[in-house]
């Protein structure tokens, strides 16, 4: 099976020796392996390209046919990628075949660079190994979109737990990607030509809970007019999801844990032991902690679910990852509904303003709103819903202090958009504020930023920070900032 971790080499074609010494540069700085080659043709002296992640094509024009003489040779083809020095408007419709990804400009930025190397990842991995099962929903089957550090730390645990057997226990609130989590969990892991099989703890009743998840025999209960295979059973050699773990009821739980710890269960009706080899990923927007304190989770089960945790964030806390979000779900709507729309600067603006409590699920459902509403139109930040409107919002504290901190300019530049300008005054909070502790925190969150936006290169982000570079180097040591690529 082939998965992410393996295919870390990457090919560069590019004729011209420097930009392709300064791409191997940024590759090699987010952990590829590159190799360049100067011409396409070359690439026929290669032996086998499966073990490549992507190839990446240089200021080459007409490369459909060699395109498709590769897939040919190559039964396994890596998803031929990225026109790099090239606008979209720029590419031949002839160069769009189907292993085509996406394309980079000149200036080559690191968030546009990996978020299109995850995107031909996710592709070539589906090339190589199809899935038959498993991927009903595909909308929930996405990669991880996002730039911010959070959800690179998502992504890397996601990389790092999916091939192993451990149980994970997703946590976030609601609308926060916690399913495009689990279904990625099994997609990249071993089972994943398994089913995978969802449900919904909280969604079926009590007393129907037993039987959907392990079955009955035929007259088990009223109404068992024959028998029937439980979601175990379904599920068996792939990965189970169980969804909303907190609101499982606790005589069900006590079920679930003799589940996992013996590894076999019984059919309702029936003293017939049946093996699982069954993948548990669960995940709730609850406090489990809270619900043990309060008796309503089982302090056992709790432990046996822990194993590995992931905790996706608030949309409301990556703010950052506004702009791409909304680009990835126009794009999904653009597919799917066949309607897109833009948004002005404004009202991008209005967007990284706004609190989110539906998180990813509400902008979601906005971007389908708006297409509706303006199809391919444009909206402003007054076509927005009146709770996003620019004035008269409660802004969050941390979004305040950034401002304060940035004189009131705001944030950098998002994506390449306009980002937060916050031009409100901080306020001071009623139960007044730890002044040293609060500039620390400010100081270490323009840092990172300034990082993540330099791909990691000190030198330009005390460029951007308007400090000397020893000066960066000196702050970074004493609050322990490590680079993007060193953040675990
Ligand atoms: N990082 C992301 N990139 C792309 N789409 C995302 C991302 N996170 C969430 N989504 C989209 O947001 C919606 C909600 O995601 P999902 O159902 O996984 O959230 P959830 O945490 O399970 O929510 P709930 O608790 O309400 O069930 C889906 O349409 C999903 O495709
Ligand atoms: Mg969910």
Redesign the pocket.
Known sequence: MTTRKETRKILIVDQDADSSQRLSHQLEFIDYEPKKLSSPELLDSLGDLSDYASVLVANFHGIAPWAAKLREKHEKCPPLVLLLGNSPADIAQSDIDENFVGCLKATIRYADLTDLLHKSEVRGTANTTPVKEGVQNP??F?????NSRS?HRVRKMVDQVAPTEATVL?L????????????NIHYYSNRRNKPFVPI?CGAIPAELLESELFGHEKGAFTGAVGARQGRFELADGGTIFL??IGDMPLTMQVKLLRVIQERSFERVGSNKSIKSDVRIVA???RNLEQLIIENRFREDLFYRLNVFPIE?PPLSSRAE?LPL?VK??IT?LEHEKKSSVSLTPAAMMALCNYDWP????E??NLMERLTILHPYGVVDAGDLPPKMAPHGQALNQEREAVDAAAGGNGLPMVQGMPAVALNNKPRLPREGIDLKQHLTDIEIRLIEQALDECSGVVAHAANRLKIRRTTLVEKMRKYSIQRPEEVS
């Not at 996405?142 to 996002?146: A, D, E, F, K, Y």
């Not at 539906?358 to 699920?361: F, I, L, Q, T």
């Open positions: 909308e929930l996405r990669s991880l979109v996002g959800v997703i976030g609130e609601s609308g926060t990607g916690k399913e495009v989590v689990a279904r919904n969804d909303e995940a709730t927007h996706m990852d979000l990835e779900l999904r539906g998180n990813v699920r902008l979601a």
